[in-house]
């Protein structure tokens, strides 16, 4: 099974933020670190090959204009060089990489005024939905180098591969057609599920993680060839609030193709894998040729931002459920925040795909 990584997801490290005034500490969790822990306890374990998917001209696979408004993408490449240029940050005494770019307003779709101002960081609160995508100097290389990863391991994977593994850093699936938002930039999960649907496969999303995907819900609403089916807290309690309820079932004519489990805080391993078995019941009954399987671990008892109560052992039983769909499967990596049982927690899934 290979892992499909960019070296250059370092360079992206909202760990180096303090938190805001009033914020919770814990609120830029997803840090540079979380992909070393992942990396080193796949070595440690014997999973397979990594490829490093690192490329200088930080492109993106094709199937991102399918993905994402392509003004979007197009101003995320640039975004933190506008706003350095607008602001003269080069003239100052600190350096560019020790800046870092975060919205501050925030655009209404339905308000014509919000579409007048040519400021960069007016065009920043039209594309993001959060504070909690920073952008720093380099972090469209990493934002690229996620994308890539995600559709290196879906090629693997439509060549014939039982399953493959994309280190996604930043995670992706908070990330809609046409917002930025909750550590994410571009939709690895979706770009992963796009890419397999080019080849002709039929395909689900299983979301495993702590949060509703609402970026990819956004995504395929309107699609009744991709079913998206996501167990996650219960946006009543926990972002992103204002999406994963269960009575979203899919857009005109892709009803059915959208399948929320919200779950109630404190969820611990016994109920979460029943709802992890209606999920898998209903992606059978879909009968695809391929899954992605969106792949957080903050649903750990010890996440800092978590509140389920699964056990590092638990990741293995899930892993199991899902192999034993016996389809092809492009693994995707979400959350997960505890750096201690990160690594393990993912190899516990992945091992499953091994046997």
């Known amino acids: ?25 814990n609120y830029y969790s997803e840090v540079a670190q979380r992909g070393v822990a992942i990396l080193d306890a796949i070595a440690e374990a014997g999973l397979g090959d990594a490829v490093d998917v690192a490329d200088p001209a930080c492109d993106v696979p094709a199937v991102v204009a399918q993905v994402h408004d ?24 600190t350096p560019l990489e020790d800046h870092v770019v975060i919205a501050e307003t925030f655009a209404r779709a339905d308000d014509p005024i919000t579409s007048r101002s040519r400021s960069a960081r007016a065009e920043l609160g039209r594309w993001c939905a959060d504070t909690s995508a920073p952008l720093f100097a380099e972090t469209w290389k990493a934002v690229a180098g996620a994308a890539r990863s995600a559709a290196r391991a879906a090629d693997d994977v439509a060549g014939g591969a039982r399953a ?31 890419q397999l649907g080019a080849t002709g496969l039929r395909v689900a999303i299983l979301d495993v993680d702590l949060h509703h995907g609402n970026g990819t819900q956004d995504i395929f609403w309107d699609r009744p060839d991709v079913l998206y089916a996501s ?75 978590g509140e389920f109560l699964l056990d590092t052992s638990s990741f293995a039983r899930i892993g199991d459920r ?33 046997s």
Do not use: K
């Open 1 to 25: 099974m290979r892992t499909y990584w960019c070296s250059d997801h370092v360079v992206h490290d909202p760990g180096r933020l303090s938190q805001p005034a009033g914020g919770t500490a």
């Open 70 to 93: 392509p003004a979007m993408v197009d101003f995320l490449r640039v975004a933190f060089g506008r706003v350095a240029e607008e602001e003269a940050w080069g003239a100052g005494d």
């Open 164 to 194: 493959a593994y994309a280190l996604c850093r930043p995670p992706g699936h908070h990330a809609g057609r046409s917002r930025i938002g909750g550590f994410c930039y571009l939709n690895n999960a979706a770009i992963a599920a796009s």
């Open 231 to 305: 167990l996650h807290i219960d946006p009543h309690v926990d972002y992103p609030y204002y999406a994963g309820f269960a009575d979203e079932r899919g857009g005109p004519g892709a009803e059915g193709a959208n399948l929320n489990l919200p779950l109630p805080s404190g969820t611990g391993e016994a109920d979460y894998l029943d709802a992890l078995d209606d999920a898998l019941a209903a992606i059978a009954a879909f009968d695809p040729d391929a899954l992605v399987l969106s792949l957080g671990a903050d649903t750990h008892r010890l996440d800092p931002i």
């Open 322 to 354: 899902v192999a034993s769909l016996d389809r092809s499967t492009v693994v995707v990596q979400e959350g997960g925040y505890h750096l201690p049982t990160l690594g393990q927690s993912v190899v516990g899934v992945l091992g499953a795909f091994e």
